[in-house]
T-cell receptor, first 109, second 115 residues
Framework: GQNIDQPTEMTATEGAIVQINCTYQ??????LFWYQQHAGEAPTFLSY????GLEEKGRFSSFLSRSKGYSYLLLKELQMKDSASYLC??????????FGDGTTLTVKP | DAGVTQSPTHLIKTRGQQVTLRCSPI?????VSWYQQVLGQGPQFIFQ???????GRGNFPDRFSARQFPNYSSELNVNALLLGDSALYLC??????????????FGNGTRLTVT
C-alpha cells in the first residue's frame, strides 16, 4: 500500500524558519511534489524532487532522501500569507500522485 | 492563459442520483486527473486520462467513471450517489505524465453535497 505521513499542524512566527517533514512508503517512486493549499482554494505547485538533495526556490526549499523515504519543505522569512496547508505528494506511477493529508501551518505575528 | 476550469462550482444532490462534473485543462495540456478531497484530508486519486485513454484508476467503486474528449476536456460521472461521496472534486491537468517539468495544475474544484 501507499503511506505518506506529515504532521497535522504546525505554528510558527512571522519572519522565522519552519521545516515541514514528510515520510513516505510507496510501491513506486517517480518523484516527490510539495503543494500549497490555502483554505477554500485549489492546491498550487511549490517544488519537485526526484534526486537526493536540496532544491531551492526563493524562500522555499525542498529536500529529498530516497533511501530514507524522507522529504522536508523549508520555508524561510515566514510571512502571514504563508498560512496554508502544505501537501506532500509522491508520483507513484507516471502521473498518479498519492498525497499526504497535509500540514496546516499557522503563521503568527 | 486560462487555468484549469471546472463546472459547476457547487452542487447539491440527493442520495441515489447521478452527477456529471466537467473540467477543461490548460491549453496544451494533454493529461487530466481527477481527485476527491474530503475536509481535513489530502486529495485522493480517482482517475488519470492521457491522450483520451485511461492511464490510471484509484481505489474507487465502479459507480465512478470518467472520460476525456478529443479537445482534452474531461467529465467525471458518479452514479447512485451516497452521503459519503460529499467532497471537493478536483481536476488537475499537466503537460505529460506529471514528471518534474509537468506538475499538476489544479482547478478550483466542484463542491458536491449529497443529502
Amino acid at each position: 500500500g501507499q503511506n505518506i505521513d506529515q504532521p497535522t499542524e504546525m505554528t510558527a512566527t512571522e519572519g522565522a524558519i519552519v521545516q515541514i517533514n514528510c515520510t513516505y512508503q510507496t510501491s513506486g517512486f517517480n518523484g516527490l511534489f510539495w503543494y500549497q493549499q490555502h483554505a477554500g482554494e485549489a492546491p498550487t505547485f511549490l517544488s519537485y524532487n526526484v534526486l537526493d538533495g536540496l532544491e531551492e526556490k526563493g524562500r522555499f526549499s525542498s529536500f529529498l532522501s530516497r533511501s530514507k523515504g524522507y522529504s522536508y519543505l523549508l520555508l524561510k522569512e515566514l510571512q502571514m500569507k504563508d498560512s496554508a496547508s502544505y501537501l506532500c505528494a509522491v508520483d507513484t506511477n507516471a502521473g498518479k500522485s498519492t498525497f499526504g493529508d497535509g500540514t496546516t501551518l499557522t503563521v503568527k505575528p | 492563459d486560462a487555468g484549469v476550469t471546472q463546472s459547476p462550482t457547487h452542487l447539491i444532490k440527493t442520495r441515489g442520483q447521478q452527477v456529471t462534473l466537467r473540467c477543461s485543462p490548460i491549453s496544451g495540456h494533454k493529461s487530466v486527473s481527477w481527485y476527491q478531497q474530503v475536509l481535513g484530508q489530502g486529495p485522493q486519486f480517482i482517475f488519470q486520462y492521457y491522450e483520451k485513454e485511461e492511464r490510471g484508476r484509484g481505489n474507487f467503486p465502479d459507480r465512478f467513471s470518467a472520460r476525456q474528449f478529443p479537445n482534452y476536456s474531461s467529465e467525471l460521472n458518479v452514479n447512485a450517489l451516497l452521503l459519503g461521496d460529499s467532497a471537493l472534486y478536483l481536476c488537475a491537468s499537466s503537460l505529460g505524465l506529471a514528471f518534474g517539468n509537468s506538475p499538476l495544475h489544479f482547478g478550483n474544484g466542484t463542491r458536491l453535497t449529497v443529502t
